[in-house]
């Protein structure tokens, strides 16, 4: 994967998918080690291009950046010259000028970090293009499923929410499918993407058919503004109806693993005893995270070996 | 490509020696001569004797009346860096049109008629093709009181749009039809039902759902066709329906003609031709409105075309800069230029495949187009104005934007192999060879 950029995994074949998987384990027992620096990226520059809001995946590139040695550069939207005008192309050109070796980049329009590729010559890692994709995030998810699992074949995986507004559920579907998982979609109908038929794919009426018998359960983030623009009435209700709580996780497999990609809004898509119960994996998933990054970054900048 | 002129002097004569003639308006398609005398069109026939001033040798070549585009936006006033009158022009003779029709979505709005009236001058000043004016109907396009259309019909507006967007208020729009009446003018409606492509860059089908990017369903356009329609048959007024794009909303114009419904409706080279599954959000070039749809939809507008639900092509021609157009698909801003490259493709991908024979398609690129609009041309009658294009319908050549005359630069067709295009162009009796 020396010098791939990584834009989606529906450009990801399960052999490449399974390296990384095999990668991150490594590196997430550097993590939890005692001294946490590698010299894998030693002299190497990465820049963080964040141009939408981000806690985890950011603060998750960066470490995980830094843990192998690079020179880690992180550019928030307010601080950078997008808001002066400039256009994307400038920006990425003025990076590459200095000399990088990987831009990481979350955007909000759909197809910039692959516009991204086209511009500039460094690796280029999408952390999240609009409702496009969020490849780290789903291979973290993958990651912490098959740490769970031990598989990824043949579990049933429900994703629940609001699909249509989703890039890591998006991302999620390519990668779960591609890894023989089936996967199971519910969600007011208002967030849910028409003509979505995929093979591996189920679109269910209600939340309760799609977490039936689930061996995980992937809760996605409403986003509150949602409300006011009319696609759901009231957080109360939507929790009512669709939010995942202890007496709906009955319906699922009692050893179920909860995911969430966080931020969560406790009492909306997930109650608060869910997300600290015995199935959520939802802290693991953070620490993976950064496993899964240093995967991607010693991968596509260092080929891996060694 | 460059033009060249190929005569000085308007009031030499000239024969174009031998083409296949097609001139819809006259039911004529035959091998002839056609003699130009003082930019008029002085005869058509068999093997003229007489020895002009020039001849241009049309054997093998097809030779129509000069193609009418009733939808393009050339960008004056004040948008110039973007596209003016004279690399409008210049574009047109490129594509074998010697007539079009501005859209008024421009800075400012062509919404009054001392705006119309500097539009006829400004056209008349750069004179390298016949350019018509199109006026707002309500006041800087907004919706929401009508401009004033009877004054801009006085100063020489030959119709009213507010393309670029649907006219939400109903009544505004009813108004506008019923103020209209008694006049010749026609109203070309933009129809997407404006809530429902809030945001929207593309089609709403399986490719937006897969590129996360958000969508403009068909249904908008069917619900503004149908409401167009219902209100030109209840006002009794004329509905003139902007690039059509749905299968549906096709049904819906068929259905109104049938019920005696003044309503024609236009299509462009790109909505029978391309479909949602040609967007790639690293290029901006395919983002239009309305958006490219499905192979349904492109069947059944190609049906509609042909059965005469759908009366003309027009190109929609709408450049943008390139800083414009290279970056964020969704950023973008919606159109490319058309004007270069609409006979070519739809010679490749509609003709050469027989999906549409030539005198219906040179049909509703001029004589359809005059009729809608009662403009003075489209036709190849004697004592007409001699607007001629001349087509080698099996000339092969790559679509190239640094050869563009257009200012605009992104279009999905730049690289396409084409088979077919204009090779020279006669306004008013003066001939400009493209080749």
Known sequence: MLGKSIIGLENFSPDEIRLVLKTAREMKKIISGGVKKLPNLRGRAIVNLFLEPSTRTRTSFELAGKYLGADVVSINASTSSIVKGESLRDTLMTIEAMGVDAIVIRHKAEGSAEYATQVVKPVIINAGDGAHAHPSQALLDLFTIEQFKGRLAGLKVAIVGDILHSRVARSDIFGLTKM?????????????PRFFEFDGVTVHENIESAIKDADVINILRIQLERQQSGLFPSAREYARVFGINETRLRLAKDDVLILHPGPQNKGLEISNAVVYGANSAIHEQVQNGVAVRMALLDLTLNGGAK | MSIHKFHANINDSLIIRGGRVIDPANKIDKIADVLIIDGKIAAIDDDIKMKPDHEYNAIGKIVTPGLIDMHVHFREPGQ????????????????????????????????????????????????????????????????????????MIDAGAVAFSDDGHFDDNAKIFMNALDYLHGTDKIIICHEEETSLVKDGVMNEGRRSAILGLKGRPSVAEDIAVARDCLLAEYTGGRVHIAHMSSARAVEIVRDAKKRGVKVT???????????????????????????????????????????????????DHSPHAAEEKDREYIYAPSGFPGLETSLGILLTDLYHKNKI??????????????????????????????DVTIIDAGLEWIVDADKFYTRGSHSPFVGRKLKGRAVATIVHGDLMKLL
């Open chain 1, 180 to 192: 023989g998982a089936e996967i199971h979609l519910a969600g007011p109908k208002t967030l849910l």
């Open chain 2, 80 to 151: 110039e860096a973007k596209e003016d009158f004279i690399s409008g022009s210049k574009a047109a003779v490129a594509g074998g049109y010697t007539t079009v029709a501005t859209m008024p979505n421009t800075s400012p709005v062509v919404d009054n008629a001392a705006l119309v009236r500097s539009m006829v001058a400004r056209a008349d000043d750069v004179g390298i093709i016949n350019i018509k004016i199109i006026g707002a109907v309500t006041k800087n396009q907004a919706g929401l009181e009508l401009a004033e259309m009877r004054d």
């Open chain 2, 265 to 315: 409706a236009e299509v462009t080279p790109q909505h029978l031709t391309m479909t949602e599954d040609c967007v790639n959000p690293t290029d901006a070039s395919t983002k239009i409105n309305p958006p490219l749809r499905t192979q349904k939809d492109c069947d059944e507008l190609l049906k509609g075309l042909i059965d005469g639900t759908i009366d003309c092509i027009v190109t």
């Open chain 2, 357 to 386: 024979d030539l005198p219906t398609l040179i049909s509703k690129m001029t004589y359809e187009p005059a009729k809608i609009f009662n403009l003075d041309a489209g036709n190849l009658s004697v004592g007409s104005w001699a």
